[in-house]
């Protein structure tokens, strides 16, 4: 019998009805994933447009941006990070021209004078339905009825909805409207998917019904995820995105 994690998050939980395998590796043989490209370039430009918003809302220009980018590249030591990795999929010119394209596509979704954030990064660890749930909000802000809007930043391409939709992202906000609703008892009008890479701003609005379909998938997983770990059985679920599993060298699956 494996000992169940003791909170679960709302891209954990993603991760297990993606594959209970690949959980596996992550979350209880607790095998870390090496950075990429991609994931450098999220954490990068998250970084930035957190110090970029608490500047006043007068100060938040193209060229402040900029500033803060710069400023952040070399507190951060991001220089040696990029170089570091073990596939370059470019030069650290490439790196920081994707990072800035996504910064400055940030305009063509909002207005980044006129939005005020509540809070940014901001943790949440609470119970919903019995299941303890921990996990990072990017930003949130009110509208004007005082109800939640949260956000998330993409840096990376929107799903081709060949392989995958919106729907699994939009789960991940849902929970966490929950669990601002279970620990704050605040209550979340709109979630936003904000695809810099693409200046998209992909948007829904939350409803009792969406809401109580999360709460569903959030004890059902958990559930599964207890029986799994009681029985040791963890499924594979082999498809297409095998390919860019990390875990794939020695999944069951594939040998
Ligand atoms: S390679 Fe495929 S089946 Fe194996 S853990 Fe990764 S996603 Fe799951």
């Not at 370039?41 to 930035?48: K, M, Q």
């Not at 809302?57 to 402040?64: I, K």
Request: proline residues 4%; glycine residues 4%; hydrophobic residues 35%.
């Amino acid at each position: 019998m494996l000992e169940t994690p003791e909170y679960l998050s709302p891209s954990s939980i993603s991760t297990y009805r993606d594959c209970p395998m690949k959980f596996k590796f992550s979350r209880i043989d607790r095998i870390v994933e090496p950075p990429t490209w991609q994931t450098h370039l999220g954490t990068f430009v998250h970084e930035v447009l957190e110090h970029f918003y608490q500047l006043d809302g007068d100060a938040r220009t193209v060229e402040s941006v900029k500033a803060t980018a710069t400023e952040r590249w070399t507190v951060g030591e991001w220089e040696a990070k990029v170089n570091e990795l073990e596939k370059k999929l470019g030069t650290i010119t490439e790196f920081k021209k994707s990072a800035f394209e996504c910064m400055t596509n940030l305009w063509k979704i909002e207005d980044p004078q006129q939005t005020e954030l509540i809070g940014m990064e901001y943790e949440l660890f609470t119970d919903v339905e019995g299941v303890r749930m921990k996990g990072f909000v990017d930003r949130f802000l009110f509208d004007d009825d005082g109800k939640i809007i949260i956000s998330d930043y993409k840096t990376g391409a929107i799903p081709n909805p060949r392989f995958k939709s919106d729907d699994d992202k939009y789960f991940q906000l849902l929970a966490y409207a929950l669990m601002f609703e279970s620990a704050d008892q605040e209550e979340t009008s709109k979630l936003q998917l904000l695809y810099l890479k693409h200046s998209a701003n992909h948007e829904m609005s939350v409803t009792p019904v969406k809401l109580a379909i999360a709460r569903g998938v959030i004890v059902e997983t958990k559930e599964a995820i207890d029986q799994a770990c009681a029985t040791e059985n963890f499924a594979c679920n082999k498809t297409k995105l095998c390919d860019w599993c990390f875990h794939k060298p020695y999944c069951p699956a594939h040998q």
